[in-house]
């Protein structure tokens, strides 16, 4: 069985494999804009959109779209447009606790069947003093591309807890994707293995 993620980060390419969920990788071209004010339903109608966009790419098997956002104060964090901006958002998440949460979207190419869902993981980062966030902004250079902080770099030092998945929080909610793999009785060892 063939699961093609709609998208070609390396990023979330590298976590499939970590956990051996073979898979092959196919762009999508999706505008990420969703109308939806909610944001469980936010973030599953992008990675729905996501998934979608290459349906007439993908021959059989498994499609996969995800979309993750970072959510504080009721509100979403994109990815940040400036330096400023990524100071708003640390600051906003220094000393709270915010949720990271991801949408899934997974269509059966073969039945049509499409499952929708989301994974949220909480995490708690104790307060950042303006030199913590200088020093982050001077030491991490993946910030613009996530919603402000990465978790696996200079963050770590500043978390006091995480409730939930910590791959979710990397964007990609293994746990949920197998689970629902599973729900179409599709097995890590029935995976098709990419050729590159």
Known sequence: MKLTLASTSKFKSEILDTVKLNHFLEESNFEEISSNKDVYKY????????ALSIKNKVDSGII???DTVVYANN??????????EVKKFLRMCSGNTT???TGIAL??????EVIRDYAITK???REMNEQDIKYYIDNEPNMMYVSGFVIETVIS?????IDGSYYNILGVPVETIYKHL????IHLSDLEKSKI
């Open 182 to 185: 599973q729900n179409f009785n």
């Open 107 to 112: 269509i059966n190419k073969d039945t049509n």
């Open 75 to 84: 509100q979403i964090l994109e990815k940040p447009k400036s330096i400023d």
């Open 99 to 101: 949720s990271v949460i």
């Open 64 to 66: 996969l779209g995800l």
């Open 123 to 125: 995490v708690t980062l």
């Open 157 to 161: 030092n500043f978390i006091d807890k």
């Open 43 to 50: 973030v599953m109608d992008l990675a729905l959109g996501k």
